[in-house]
C-alpha cells in the first residue's frame, strides 16, 4: 500500500490550504506557536519552503508566496526572516514536543523559526 506524500487532516484539500495558510501566518507573526504535534512537523516542511523562496528576495518570489500567505506576512518573510536565513542551506524551523493536551490527550508540539 503506498503512503499519502503529506498528512491529510481529514479535511479536504481547500480545508488543508486554508489550515496551513493559518498555521504559517501565525508563526511568522509570531515566531512560535503551540499546536499538535503532526500539524507541527508538517507546517515545519511547509513554512522551510516559504522560507526559501523569500530568501531570492525577486518580484516573482513575492507573487508566489502571496498565493500561500497574506500580505503582512509575505512583507515579514521578505524583510526580515529571508534575509536572517541568507547563508543557511535550511533547517529554518524547530519543532520541540510539549507533552500531551489535558482535555483529549493529543501531543502538543512548539513550532519555532530557528536563530
Known sequence: MKRSPHR??????????????????????N??????QAKAKSLSSFADRLVNRAKKGDLASRRLLLTHV?????DKLMKDIGPRFKERNGGYTRVIRMGRRTSDG????????TS
Open 106 to 113: 493529543s501531543p502538543m508540539a512548539l513550532i519555532e523559526f
Open 70 to 74: 497574506g500580505k503582512v506576512a509575505v
Open 8 to 29: 491529510k487532516f481529514n479535511r479536504e484539500p481547500i480545508q488543508r490550504k486554508a489550515l496551513y495558510k493559518a498555521l504559517a501566518t501565525a508563526l511568522i507573526d
Open 31 to 36: 515566531g512560535r506557536i503551540q499546536t499538535t
